[in-house]
């Protein structure tokens, strides 16, 4: 009997466990030597991979010391552009936003979304190992969703004995943030515990509200641009070694978080009667055998929810049921009560297998399930949807000589849409410093449960009434590059043109009032300022220019990342039968990131760190409420290693973001180019105890090219 | 091997805290209790207020501009000194408006209950007579639903009035009303005659407008798709009414069909109204979204190449009636396209005293409702 319970345990640990992205490698000399993944899902060093990887090393994370994702990435890529929110972080990427940016968290989708857009709060800044950017269309690897690109954020994983680390980062705004991770590595086991927690007070850029010219002015606005908030994690992982060549692992996290909204004098500007709640939790667990030939299997199974609720802060009627159980759009609600939005959850499964083939040729093989479950009550007819997915897929790398061919093909099925093929097909040329590497991809977006089913209220300056849309479809795109790196020395150039052109673009498009549902137009009656419902516009495109530039010469470093991006879009005019012209909301033609850094060790215990860092970003084009400015922030930072006992290890970081102080004081009501409060400070402590041996992880890098097959 | 059994424990013990976070989120909590409480609040505000047997219900659809707040205040202030023998209320249809004028901090918090919780308040109190005065301007959609509150307060919906008390509201077999009263005070333009009444106060007002230029009016109206009670006739009955005074007047809407703004220039154009000084006015009981907005707002939909489009229902979308007069070639008085101050024509018409005269006469008009054979449809 026992013997039975342990191949079952044993089968099952097999079969479901691994760590899929565990990859720490030795080879981090330098950027160039970064072990990355996310463009062909198998282990390249950067200099060879066949797909155009950007990676935010660990050096320059370290170096700009930002407190969230999007300062990150918006500081330190030109691509990306952010519009902090009520309904979290807008982000762009070549001027695509959010619904069309996979973002991977180790590997694993990031889930959840208000309005299409990820709660980039969800990732601990402070817990990044590095960041890797593979743009344009991905969908052949990883399914609906990579459009516009695909952002892997790869997470620092323990390996040394016991690991305790503690970082406190206390900034202008009431800014603080909380990291601590505590480790453990035994022979066989390993865990981590990561608790994170971050805080604003948020801020306020103006005091007026936009008002029609005929009105009396509002200059005593309470409205924040960015709202107080707080939101706290944890996360656990194990892992295991059950044999040489079987890792399984076993891990979850739960979230919360909080947007607290002023409440001023004015019931249409600045009055508002809840704030926003968000409860997530996750699990997850998988397994990864590596054959004695190298090959790898893993299957990854996973559960995430994303979970949003209104918290009212005074008596207010919003939807709800009646005592017969009705909807009604008057349900009074009480401070201190909240009730459920919306309710996303979300599982999967995925199998892959990593296979070597003779002439030099590498296989990639996978399937993957997907159940989509999305509860909205007040928002959802049927109070319930679900969506299924399944797909299955194939990659061929093939090396010859100078030449790396990479194709891949993903067969999807889908509830809504059907049956969908996805190719990608893409080559590098290498020649002594210089690689040429060009790519044809496809991408596709599923319209999501929220598009197709939800009908929602948004309280702004006036009230805007969102409806889903179950005629839509699916959206696809074909995504071509051409890209030129050229390494001499320290210095690295990259230039890549690309050109995305998605056609059946959702969007939201204004619709006449009598769109809305009766109830609602009477409830809202002239305070009902738009209706807009979303819709596959006809076809849209982006193309442009990226170009990054990086020089390391000893202890000094400097780089500079441009973006050029230029877009066109259409969606059909029922009413006059032709095509109208739209923009992209939120697209520049102009965006830059630069930086300059130095490092140099004074003593033995004193290592010293600086970096100034610089972004701009022309007008940003938006179809109502006003477009955003042009603007430009520079920004200071030190880092400062001191001391370095056999076990413990100090680290202070302090700068001054937006040293020029530049605030975009657009009234509440109009689009910001950025929001920004103007001059802050920042100081972090970090300290950081480790005490054991390195354990060997058996995914370590091999740049052996016969054997570099493994994957994350 | 007990690492392995240690290994499963966690696994479990993590998807089960899973399953708990995932499902420990109810908030279907309060269902029965939300809208008792909330009646109970209603109630206690009409206990603390009642003065009198007899009380006037003001039902307006509502804002959240601060200057219709100011209206609707001065007209409750009015309408007390109007009415001595009664408790004056007012209310608000519409939900966020009351949302809003109930929370904010630094500001007179005000309870414009909806008319249903109103209504039950006043019968769980048992006030003898109730005149609910409709703010609306025509007898369309948004009055329905007044009336729709008060059928649901005579048939006694929520079950839990006294039943002598409500006996009391019925009428005999003979058809005379009962002791106890409820009464419906008209819209502004309820009857033809009511538009032509109208029409002397609004020259009254207007008259130096009128003569220097055209002087348009801008009313709701009901959308063509539900035009109830074909309550949109008032407005071109209203529309004769001013012109036989002086020609220079028009009537428009936002919502009735064939007369949205494109329209009115049209009848302009028709009437040799080419050129020259164009004044506004919302001829609706406060100026709220639309009179600052559809109105005197900024939006504007004028191509340099195309001009404008009119859409299938014959409007130009996303443009003021200020942009659209200005863009063909009038003379728009900046002075009058504001709220505040001489010559701002951006004010509702409760801001006029001549205008509140007529409502209150209304509410003196008041007629019985026998709502168990009523005139109005079913909800």
């Known amino acids: 009997m026992r013997q039975t319970i342990n191949r079952f345990v044993a089968g099952l640990v097999v079969a479901t466990m691994s760590l899929p992205l565990m990859a720490q490698n030795d080879l981090k000399l330098d950027t160039l030597q970064q072990v990355v993944i996310t463009g062909t899902g198998t282990q390249h060093l950067l200099s060879d991979v066949p797909v155009h990887t950007e990676v935010i090393s660990e050096k320059t994370l370290k170096q700009f010391g930002a407190s969230s994702v999007e300062e990150l990435l918006g500081g330190l890529s030109a691509s990306f552009a952010f519009n902090e929110g009520d309904m979290g972080s807008q982000m762009q990427m070549n001027g695509l936003g959010n619904n069309y940016i996979l973002i991977l968290v180790d590997g694993r989708r990031l889930h959840g979304d208000v309005g299409g857009e990820n709660d980039l709060s969800l990732i601990d800044p402070q817990n990044i190992d590095h960041i890797e950017i593979v743009k344009g269309a991905a969908s052949a690897l990883y399914g609906s969703d990579a459009i516009a690109g695909v952002i892997n954020i790869i997470t620092k994983k323990h390996d040394e004995g016991i690991g305790l680390e503690n970082a406190t980062r206390v900034g202008s705004y009431g800014d603080i943030r909380q990291h601590n991770t505590l480790a453990f590595a035994t022979g066989l086991l390993r865990s981590q515990t990561n608790f994170q927690l971050q805080h604003s007070d948020g801020w306020q850029n103006t005091a007026t509200e936009y008002t029609p010219s005929s009105a009396t002015p509002v200059t005593d606005s309470r409205s924040k641009t960015v709202n107080r908030h707080t939101n706290w994690q944890v996360r656990q992982l194990f892992t295991l070694d059950l044999r040489p060549d079987i890792e399984m692992y076993l891990g979850g996290s739960i979230y919360g978080k909080g947007i607290y909204r002023p409440k001023g004098k004015y019931p249409k500007y600045d009055v508002k009667t809840y704030d926003l709640t968000y409860r997530n939790a996750s699990a997850e667990t998988g397994g990864k055998w590596t054959t004695k030939r190298g090959d790898i299997v893993t299957l990854d199974i996973d559960w995430a929810r994303h979970a949003y609720y209104h918290s009212f802060t005074s008596t207010t009627l919003a939807e709800g049921f009646d005592n017969q159980g009705r909807l009604i759009l008057d349900y009074p609600y009480f401070a201190g009560q909240r009730t459920l939005q919306s309710d996303q959850q979300r599982t999967m499964a995925h199998l892959k297998a990593v296979v070597a083939l003779p002439y030099g040729q590498r296989l990639t093989a996978g399937a ?73 991809s496809q991408g596709f977006k599923t319209p999501t449960l929220k598009e197709l089913n939800y009908r929602y209220i948004r309280e702004m300056n006036s009230i805007i009434m969102y409806l889903g849309n179950p005629d839509l479809k699916a959206q696809a795109s074909n995504y071509y590059s051409l890209s030129g790196e050229w390494t001499y020395r320290g210095l690295n150039v990259t230039a890549t043109l690309y050109y995305n052109k998605v056609s059946d673009m959702i969007t939201l498009v204004t619709v006449p009032h009598d769109e809305a549902p009766a109830e609602y137009r009477q409830q809202y009656g002239e305070m009902l300022g738009k209706v807009r419902r979303y819709q596959n516009m006809e076809d849209a495109r982006t193309c442009g220019i990226d170009l990054s530039l990086k020089y390391t010469h000893g202890p000094l470093s400097a780089g500079l990342s441009y973006s050029y991006l230029d877009t066109d879009a259409h969606v059909y005019d029922a009413d006059h039968d032709r095509l109208s012209r739209v923009v992209i909301d939120g697209s520049a033609y102009h965006k830059a990131t630069w930086y300059a850094s130095w490092q140099h060790r004074f003593s033995k215990a004193y290592q010293f760190g600086t970096g100034i860092y610089g972004r701009m970003s022309s007008k940003r084009y938006y179809q109502i409420d006003g477009d955003g400015r042009h603007y430009q922030t520079w920004r200071l930072t030190t880092t400062h290693d001191i001391g370095r006992s056999r076990h413990v290890s100090y680290r202070i970081e302090a700068g001054i973001d937006n040293i020029f102080n530049y605030a975009d004081r657009t009234p509440h009501g109009l689009h910001l180019g950025t929001t920004t409060p103007g001059r802050t400070v920042y100081a972090t402590l970090q300290i950081k105890f480790q005490k054991g041996k390195k354990i060997k992880l058996n995914n370590t890098f091999n740049s052996n090219q016969t054997k570099d097959y493994e994957e994350d | 091997m007990k690492k392995i059994k240690f290994l499963l424990v966690a696994m479990m013990a993590m998807m089960v805290a899973g399953g708990f976070t995932a499902c420990s989120d109810d908030d279907d909590d309060n269902v029965v209790s939300n809208m008792e409480r909330y009646q109970n609040q209603v109630e206690q505000t009409v206990r603390a207020q009642k003065k009198h047997n007899k009380a006037i219900l003001l039902v307006a659809f509502g804002s959240t501009w601060q200057q219709a707040y100011d209206a609707f205040d001065k007209t409750h202030d009015e309408y007390a000194k109007a009415f001595p023998g009664y408790d004056v209320y007012l209310s608000f249809s519409s939900a966020i408006c009351i949302n809003r004028a109930a929370a904010g901090e630094n500001t007179a918090k005000r309870n414009f209950y909806e008319p249903k919780y109103w209504l039950e308040a006043f019968g769980r109190v048992q006030y003898q007579e109730i005149i609910v005065q409709s703010m609306q301007v025509i007898p369309g959609e948004e009055f329905s639903r007044v009336v729709n509150a008060m059928k649901d307060f005579g048939n006694n919906v929520n079950g839990d009035l006294d039943d002598n008390y409500m006996k009391k509201f019925e009428f005999d077999e003979e058809g005379n009303p009962g002791e106890n009263v409820l009464k419906l005070g008209m819209p502004l333009m309820y009857t033809e005659e009511n538009a032509r009444t109208l029409a002397v106060a609004l020259n009254n007002n207007f008259k130096q407008y009128a003569q220097q230029g055209a002087m348009l009016f801008m009313g709701h109206g009901n959308p063509d798709s539900y035009d109830t009670y074909k309550a949109n006739v008032r407005y071109t009955q209203l529309e004769e009414a001013l012109q036989t005074i002086n020609p220079n007047y028009f009537v428009g809407t936002v919502d009735m069909m064939d007369n949205f703004k494109v329209q009115v220039r049209d009848r302009m154009v028709e009437a040799g109204l080419t050129a020259g000084k164009v004044f506004c006015a919302p001829l609706m009981s406060i100026a709220g979204d639309h009179a600052h907005n559809d109105m005197a707002g900024d939006d504007d939909a004028w191509d340099e190449e195309e001009g404008f489009e009119v859409n299938d229902e014959g409007e130009v979308e996303d443009t003021s009636w200020k942009m659209y007069f200005s863009h063909l070639g009038y003379e728009i008085p900046a002075r009058a396209y504001t709220d505040q101050g001489e010559g701002a024509l951006v004010k509702g018409l409760l801001e006029y005293d001549n205008i509140r005269a007529l409502y209150m006469n209304h509410t003196r008009e008041a007629e019985v409702v026998d709502y168990y054979h009523s005139m109005y449809p079913e909800e």
């Not at chain 1, 093909?409 to 849409?417: A, P």
């Open chain 1, 368 to 440: 993957e399930w997907r159940h989509d479950y999305l509860k909205a009550p007040t928002s959802l007819t049927s109070k319930t949807v679900t969506d299924n997915t399944q797909a299955l897929y194939l990659q061929d790398e093939w090396n010859k000589g100078l030449l790396n061919l990479t194709a891949g093909l993903r067969l999807n099925h889908n509830d809504g849409f059907g049956w969908k093929l996805t190719p990608k097909l893409s080559a590098m040329i290498s020649m002594g410093d210089f690689r040429l590497r060009t790519s044809w």
